[in-house]
């Protein structure tokens, strides 16, 4: 079968000679960087947009308090019973966000109110204010004394540059709230950047955004991944793996579509509310389940043919995980994909977001597999490990 095939350029994201061992800070250089950060910073605050679940970016929050074992977390919605214990260990405080009617469950139907309701925090007394942007965080008001720094996930993707999607999906009064109230907001996401004294990005796509959004400098501190809790598998099958949740921007469709046309075996794993339309759209050769529990997830990375990563997104932990397991990825050419996967090392890319694009990358992959080391995928996962963010992170800390 013809496709129209258009493959991204194979371009090093980074200098993937740098063996993961060179960047790791040994034991004693961490204890010492830790060490300066406790003595230099003795009360921390650090803000969250909502604790309501555990994905990514809570997985760094626990990171931090790691870091920081005495901090304590603001944030405007707070539910104990969705987030980890380690969270839960620390003095949670919210602000007037989580009073409000339905806030458990819709809280984000009060985006307009949160710039008010982070200028009302009182971080007097806070040497260290570490905020989490991705929601609103970052506009709190620190003492003038303290440091102010934001680790960006992503500036507000609903108030640019995925705007037009999430208001062609909202109903006729959404769409007018937006209207009458969005405006304001990205006004106030720009001046409130002034208020941060060092900006970090979880990826070079998020710092691209933020000099676009913000104008300002930023310094790439990629996410800490659980490497160590992947290992290969003796065992490889023919099926292909896709992970992720079933929602639009995450693009299940052009997977489902493009191993409907060659018919190859491929496992969804995700829920969302797309994930009743895509089983029904998908082939007999397509298996689709909504969650796995951990050990059944580690097994399918690693008895996978590949990871397909369809997703255009800030970072991208799933490559990782993939590679920390032993095997490759095909993923769009586009976002923090550039900066996790090594093409002809790791993986390949697709340029489209589309399932004739998916498809030539497929045929493309099965040409390149043989000449795929597993070995080397995992020394390239460890780059990604937990203690290189701790070291990125304390001397970016340090240095400002």
């Known amino acids: 079968m013809e496709t129209s095939?258009?493959?991204?350029?194979?371009?090093?994201?980074?200098?993937?000679?740098?063996?993961?061992?060179?960047?790791?800070?040994?034991?004693?250089?961490?204890?010492?960087?830790?060490?300066?950060?406790?003595?230099?910073?003795?009360?921390?605050?650090?803000?969250?947009?909502?604790?309501?679940?555990?994905?990514g970016g809570e997985r760094v929050l626990e990171r931090m308090l790691d870091l920081f074992p005495g901090a304590d977390i603001f944030t405007h919605v707070y539910r104990p019973e969705k987030v980890s214990a380690k969270i839960r260990l620390h003095k949670v405080r919210t602000t007037f966000?989580?009073?409000?009617?339905?806030?458990?469950?819709?809280?984000?139907?009060?985006?307009?109110?949160?710039?008010?309701?982070?200028?009302?925090?009182?971080?007097?007394?806070?040497?260290?204010?570490?905020?989490?942007?991705?929601?609103?965080?970052?506009?709190v008001i620190a003492a003038p004394d303290a440091l102010h720094a934001c680790y960006t996930h992503s500036p507000m993707r609903y108030l640019w540059d995925h705007y037009p999607d999430y208001r062609a999906s909202a109903g006729r009064l959404s769409?007018?709230?937006?209207?009458?109230?969005?405006?304001?907001?990205?006004?106030?996401?720009?001046?409130s950047a002034a208020r941060v004294d060092r900006f970090m990005a979880n990826s070079?796509?998020?710092?691209?955004?933020?000099?676009?959004?913000?104008?300002r400098s930023s310094d790439v501190v990629h996410p800490p991944v659980a490497v160590d809790d992947f290992a290969?598998?003796?065992?490889?099958?023919?099926?292909?793996l896709w992970v992720s949740q079933m929602t639009r921007y995450k693009r299940?469709?052009?997977?489902?579509?493009?191993?409907?046309?060659?018919?190859?075996?491929?496992?969804?794993?995700?829920?969302?509310?797309?994930?009743?339309?895509?089983?029904?759209?998908?082939?007999?050769?397509?298996t689709l389940v909504r969650r796995m529990d951990f050990p059944a997830l580690c097994r399918a990375y690693a008895q996978a043919k590949a990871l397909i990563f369809t997703a255009e997104e800030d970072f991208g932990i799933v490559p990782?995980?993939?590679?920390?397991?032993?095997?490759?990825?095909?993923?769009?050419?586009?976002?923090g994909a550039l900066d996790t996967v090594a093409p002809d090392v790791t993986g390949l890319?697709?340029?489209?977001?589309?399932?004739?694009?998916?498809?030539?990358?497929?045929?493309?992959?099965?040409?390149?597999?043989?000449?795929?080391?597993?070995?080397?995928a995992i020394a390239h996962a460890r780059k990604f490990a937990p203690e290189i963010f701790d070291r990125r992170f304390c001397e970016i800390i340090l240095d400002v």
């Open 5 to 55: 095939l258009t493959l991204a350029p194979r371009r090093e994201p980074l200098d993937f000679r740098q063996s993961a061992l060179a960047m790791q800070a040994s034991d004693a250089e961490l204890r010492d960087l830790r060490r300066a950060v406790a003595g230099r910073f003795r009360r921390v605050a650090i803000i969250y947009h909502w604790l309501v679940q555990m994905r």
């Open 232 to 240: 290969p598998s003796g065992t490889v099958e023919e099926r292909y």
């Open 320 to 335: 990782v995980e993939a590679m920390a397991s032993g095997r490759p990825v095909l993923a769009l050419g586009k976002g």
């Open 252 to 286: 299940p469709d052009i997977a489902v579509d493009a191993f409907n046309r060659t018919g190859r075996p491929l496992l969804m794993v995700g829920d969302g509310d797309l994930f009743e339309e895509m089983s029904r759209r998908a082939g007999p050769n397509i």
């Open 175 to 191: 769409q007018l709230a937006m209207s009458a109230t969005f405006p304001a907001l990205r006004r106030w996401d720009v001046t």
């Open 349 to 376: 890319f697709f340029a489209e977001q589309s399932a004739n694009s998916l498809e030539g990358g497929l045929a493309e992959l099965e040409r390149w597999l043989p000449h795929f080391d597993p070995a080397a």
């Open 204 to 215: 070079r796509f998020v710092q691209k955004r933020i000099e676009k959004y913000w104008r």
């Open 97 to 139: 966000i989580n009073r409000l009617p339905g806030a458990a469950t819709h809280y984000q139907k009060y985006l307009p109110l949160m710039p008010r309701a982070l200028e009302e925090l009182d971080l007097r007394g806070y040497d260290l204010v570490l905020s989490n942007e991705t929601g609103p965080t970052k506009g």
